[in-house]
């Protein structure tokens, strides 16, 4: 490793072993170091020396990841990119930002908006995850219900391939078709198919004024499913759509005390910010009340608002104060959302497991987050068998076993299930046109 | 070819030679024969025997292309999926259609209004191109300024290998993240991975109120390239937004008469479908104004609106009866939109060549459209001259070669210098992962 720049690599075990892990519970081999690379040279330098030596690299971000993508294994050597935090560019004329992989999210978000416009793939963890870790989960988040996941900011990225060479894909244009998508490629591929050290990301127009915000609390989490499917069928196109159960809202509330009533199983917060934002919102709300809700109100001040988001925004957090948490994905077509949240409630019911869920609702991406007791090397017999009640439930109602985020290490006994064996072939062979040597990020994502 | 189901094959020479072509002057070759193929069970009867005998086949939509993607060579098979035209699904509840590849654009956008949705991409052909061909060429049109091209309508595909393999991609849901992105690999790839049988697409709300509409004419191109780049700037959000030149419009008014005026160097006509769309038209109207407009009126009645979008749709035939045209299709960032046209002009005059332009202004994509003398078997030298200089010249502005027609073979000689070599060769390992016999659209994209 001593081709790499002094002082940028760490092997003390205890700071090495921080880099190996991600938020999830699986636990990480002994890599060999970290190296805290500060520019693309270091990226090569790196690569170069891995391939020389056959040494497994895994890319990192923050480490925000709940899928287990940046857990590093004996022998590995994790490439932290997370010192590389130059926007190099911020064009408002074209609606553009060439930024580094480490940029946080909402620092690329506050940079926009000193503009008008706004960087609009929010993952709850846009504080502190990077748009590098972001590209290579296709992250999604909050706004996405009407401003789409990562993969649609995407224009254009410089990646380092294991080999040490440089390949640059896609544009600075919003359109584009010169050769395969490589950019697609590379967005949610997990850090297996190349380091991404520069991309060139699409910003938006933010809205003029700020969003009107519902919420809305019903006696089931079926109703709110339903209300739901109103919502996105009537075309209200809503800026956020976010739901959340009782074992949630319990949670929140022991920590926080939000004033939770006995009959509320489930809450709605849901955002529009279109010009005409105050109408939708009412119509949004009408049609929790056709739906059943107990209770509906629009927000009257920002500060109102800001309090329902933080509500939602502190819905991870709560859990972790639980147990140990296994944050599941699943994402179905929006209609049969009421019958994902049926099957979950059974799922939880059948194997005595307690179940917290969140949605992006009007995706139809659920997270029931699965706790069980903190300490054990990995979730007991019945978390997994309530899982895969949950996974199997997805795939039959025509969903997906992740939405947004990744497959990891731990959703990949499923993968078959979903993928089938012509499309694991492909990716095996797609894996094998970039990575030959199989050195970045084994044993993830395919 | 006795594998294929008998009266699917076409071996009559003329009839041949018409599946042989698409829109572009490029001359084909002499295939063996056509399979008109009715089910994925003939595409995959089809591509069994052409890998056993090694025989090139060329997947064929409606042939609207104008890049010769779709013309074949000597000894191939065109596989046509042009009677493939069954949707399959039609889900207003997910807002999503599961389609066979030859369904006409048009006819699944009419089919999707029914229910007060429609399909977003329309291509200026899309009354007679195919799904499929819109898919492998990820075409754009109109409405894409507001509503992205067709990649962004895809969510997943059923395509057959050329082995003969299935392979399912994607998904029916709004998110999804299992795997590399397949879908978006295979859109714009232009039949050279795989034949595309089946496709999930993504619906939209149509807009509830019809779109206001502006039109504006300017005595010069570059100050229509500057309001262009004024109303994107504020943020206006049009849905549609086409920039017409004088040699195009004078090429309608020798055709239909449309009242040119003599200064008139440059027509610009633009939509809203917003909620608010008569203010926003306005304010689009104004900054026309600003921007030098000569002439500026909102359309008051559909009819007037549908004559207005009339003259653009009839840019293209009016100028194949000036002669033969290579139709290019550069894309440079917005704020440049004024500087390429400036190109274009003088590399028609620089190289003594008619060129008229349209374009997709709102995206920064611009056809300009050289005329040449009809008969020729290519393009004159200062033709090619003149296309190299404005293909440079995008690229130096930070553009790229094509915009939404794709590459096929009249682009190829410059891949090189957008693509580079790292690029180039990942592209070909890909292709080898598929296509390992090199038996799909030869010679095409990369
Ligand atoms: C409280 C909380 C809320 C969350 N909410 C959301 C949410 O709403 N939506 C959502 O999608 N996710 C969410 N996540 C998950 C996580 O934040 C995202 O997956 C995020 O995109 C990870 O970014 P990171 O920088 O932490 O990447 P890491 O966790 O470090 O890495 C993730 C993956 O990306 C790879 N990688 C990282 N950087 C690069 C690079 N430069 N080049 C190549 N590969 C790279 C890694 O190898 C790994 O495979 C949440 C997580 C937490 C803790
Ligand atoms: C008047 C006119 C206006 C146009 N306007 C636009 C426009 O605004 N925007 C735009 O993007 N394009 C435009 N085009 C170009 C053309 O219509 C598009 O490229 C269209 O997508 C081609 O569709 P097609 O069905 O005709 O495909 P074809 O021309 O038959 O084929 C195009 C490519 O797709 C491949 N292909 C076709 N079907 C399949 C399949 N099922 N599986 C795999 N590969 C397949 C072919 O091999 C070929 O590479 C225009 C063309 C004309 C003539």
Known sequence: MRALPEGRVLTDPDVVDSYARDRTFVEPGKPLGVVLAASRDDVVATLRWASEHRVPVVPRGAGTGLAGASTAGDGSVVLSLHRMTAIKELSPADEIAVVEPGVITADLDRAAREHGLMYAPDPSSYEISTIGGNLATN???????????????????????????????GRRTMKGVTGYDLTGLFVGSEGTLGVITSATVRLRRAPAVPPATFAAEFGSLRDAGAAVAAIMAAGCQPSLMELLDRATLEAIDDWRNIGLEPGTNAMLIGQSDAADGQVVAERMERLCVDNGASFVAVSSSPQETEELIGVRRMAYDAKERLGACLVEDV???RS??????????????RHDVKICTVAHAGDGNLHPVFIFERGLPEPPANVWAAADDVFTHALELGGTLTGEHGVGVLKRRWLA???????????????????????LNPGKAI
Chains 1, 2 share one sequence.
């Open 139 to 169: 992250a999604g988040g909050l706004r996405c219900v009407k401003y789409g996941v990562t993969r649609d900011s995407a224009l254009g990225l410089e990646v380092v391939l294991a080999d040490g060479r440089i390949l640059q894909t």
């Open 331 to 333: 994402c179905v077509p």
């Open 336 to 349: 049969v959302l009421p019958d994902m949240i049926t099957a979950i409630e059974a799922a939880a019911a």
């Open 417 to 439: 299930l979903e993928s089938g064996p012509v499309a694991q072939e492909v990716q095996q062979g797609i894996k094998a046109v970039f990575d030959p040597l199989g050195i």
